[in-house]
């Protein structure tokens, strides 16, 4: 497996990985596919980005992992996302999580903010097993289908 920041070119690739998750896990905060030009923008190089890296194997993306200035974060604070083919094995995440983690060193970051459906349990896990502790709960965050979901942001201090 080989982590490399993303590219620009990566965009249709990443995008069909993220469209892939999306619809087989039903657990993602995002609930509609996304275009290649708006991936691009939201997770490679859009103003709100800050890193964007993605793990490959045989030259295949297998993985991807962002930290952005999305939302309304504290000073010095990112927002973290993660997605990847194979959740809970592989190591995919880890390997990114290294990686992203010392890259949010490097830009000075004190915290990375995540935030995860109550009903992704396999999200949640994966942060936790990472340090983040709950920060803040959002209730009853509706779906596009009208159904309400936690939404539990999860920090971690890198400072």
């Known amino acids: ?44 190089d859009g103003p709100l980005m800050l890193t964007s890296l993605l793990a490959e194997h045989e030259g295949r993306a297998i993985g991807f992992q962002t930290v952005s200035r999305y939302g309304d974060l504290p000073e010095g604070w990112g927002d973290i996302g993660t997605f990847t083919r194979q959740p809970g094995r592989g190591g995919v995440g880890s390997a990114l999580f290294e990686r992203t983690r010392a890259e949010a060193v490097r830009l000075g970051l004190v915290a990375l903010k995540a935030t995860i ?25 509706p779906l596009k289908d009208g159904r309400p979901v936690d939404r539990i942001s999860k920090v971690l201090r890198l400072a």
């Open 1 to 44: 497996m080989k982590i490399r920041p993303s590219v620009h070119a990566d965009a249709a690739e990443l995008a069909a990985l993220l469209n892939e998750v999306v619809a087989q896990t039903g657990t993602s905060a995002l609930e509609e596919p996304l275009d290649e030009v708006t991936f691009a923008d939201w997770f490679i």
């Open 117 to 141: 459906r109550a009903d992704n349990e396999a999200g949640l896990a994966y942060y936790a097993s990472r340090g983040f502790e709950d920060y803040r709960v959002d209730r009853a965050v």
